[in-house]
């Protein structure tokens, strides 16, 4: 089928992406390791709109942003299916994934790392969005931690990036109190091994937030 | 295959793109025209999160967001596909899509209505973003405006209603001289007769953004 590579950046919850889902499908491809304070000619030749990672590279071919990677893929090895097959339950899984990526996860990060009257104003848009995903997907039969597809693999991004940028920065929005429902879902969902596997490292991701956004002692 | 009903505004230019999409696949559907100022129980139950139009309801089951429903309608209406058949393409249709909806429509809105700074800010970066787009993807191949697919009916936004919005208002950043190619290919896709008698009428669209946008003169 042709070579793959990926440009990612280790950091990166988007560059996971990609991977995980290369995984669940069976597909081996190289990674090529992007340094995001000084990215490579080959990054830009590739993503010349947005400069950013994930890219995947397909004989040649680049695929950029990581919804729009995650249905290539699935389109091109099609066995082990990321996405639902019935066109409305597919057309649920996009919305949530829209979701997530352009209501969550801009709110947590300015929730979490913003300050004064901006954080706090994020904080409240952010509890709201928590709040409506809890209500309105999380635990649904589409989307109860027992499978991982489309729309799991994207919602790592809440079940472990979020907490994840909550303990470097000392700052928790999404907590076991307030969301039972969202810690629930994601218990079961990071319990696969398949992901206990392939995700980066709790203690080192950890360090490595940590060592960018932890508050300065000096 | 089932009642089909689209919850629109006549102005939403992306609740257009739910109907031409439906008559390109030759589908009946019923419209219900909603009151953005005062919106119906019936839209706010099928669209709780958003509380927004378009929404396409089949069967009873609602899918919402433009994007999604363009999709959901290729996927369900198999004839007079919207969507191209490779991968790649595919993936490049729905890259600029989203660089369409959440780049240049953000920034087109922000640098024509906008004032003061923020408004010259919006006004060169989304000169910025046209020159992208007239440079990658305008006039190429997969967006020629030789047929109608998904990504012309997305990208009507730019040669359409874009330039209603800057008649409306009395402010032009989008123009022939300084974009010949969008324009170029705006005018070979307005050309297909599809279009002419689909797209709400030019004086009567104006007449009602000028309604809403025109700098008042009291």
């Given at each position: 089928?042709?070579?793959?590579?990926?440009?990612?950046?280790?950091?990166?919850?988007?560059?996971?992406?990609?991977?995980?889902?290369l995984?669940?499908?069976?597909?081996?491809?190289?990674?090529?390791?992007?340094?995001?304070?000084?990215?490579?000619?080959?990054?830009?030749?590739?993503?010349?709109?947005?400069k950013?990672?994930?890219?995947?590279?397909?004989d040649?071919?680049?695929?950029?942003?990581?919804?729009v990677?995650?249905?290539?893929?699935?389109?091109v090895?099609?066995?082990?299916?990321?996405?639902?097959?019935?066109?409305?339950?597919?057309?649920?899984?996009?919305?949530?994934?829209?979701?997530?990526?352009?209501?969550?996860?801009?709110?947590?990060?300015?929730?979490?790392?913003?300050?004064?009257?901006?954080?706090?104003?994020?904080?409240e848009?952010?509890?709201?969005a928590?709040?409506?995903?809890?209500?309105?997907i999380?635990?649904?039969?589409?989307?109860?931690?027992?499978?991982?597809?489309?729309?799991?693999?994207?919602?790592?991004?809440?079940?472990?990036?979020?907490?994840?940028l909550?303990?470097?920065?000392?700052?928790?929005?999404?907590?076991?109190?307030?969301?039972?429902?969202?810690?629930?879902?994601?218990?079961?969902?990071?319990?696969?091994?398949?992901?206990?596997?392939?995700?980066?490292?709790?203690?080192?991701?950890?360090?490595?937030?940590?060592?960018?956004?932890?508050?300065?002692?000096?």
């Amino acid at each position: 089928m042709g070579e793959v590579k990926v440009f990612r950046a280790w950091r990166s919850p988007f560059s996971w992406r990609v991977e995980l889902a290369l995984k669940i499908k069976g597909v081996d491809y190289e990674i090529v390791d992007e340094d995001l304070s000084n990215k490579s000619d080959q990054l830009i030749k590739y993503n010349p709109v947005h400069k950013k990672v994930p890219v995947l590279v397909h004989d040649g071919k680049p695929v950029v942003e990581s919804l729009v990677i995650l249905e290539y893929i699935d389109e091109v090895w099609t066995e082990n299916s990321l996405l639902p097959s019935d066109p409305f339950d597919r057309a649920q899984a996009r919305f949530w994934a829209n979701f997530i990526d352009n209501k969550l996860f801009p709110l947590a990060r300015k929730a979490i790392i913003g300050r004064g009257e901006d954080g706090e104003k994020a904080e409240e848009e952010f509890k709201e969005a928590l709040k409506v995903f809890e209500k309105e997907i999380v635990g649904k039969e589409l989307f109860n931690g027992s499978k991982i597809g489309y729309l799991e693999i994207v919602g790592l991004l809440v079940c472990y990036w979020i907490p994840i940028l909550q303990e470097a920065v000392g700052k928790q929005v999404l907590t076991r109190d307030t969301f039972p429902g969202i810690y629930a879902w994601g218990d079961q969902l990071l319990a696969h091994s398949f992901l206990k596997e392939n995700l980066p490292n709790w203690v080192d991701y950890l360090a490595s937030y940590k060592a960018r956004f932890a508050p300065s002692s000096s």
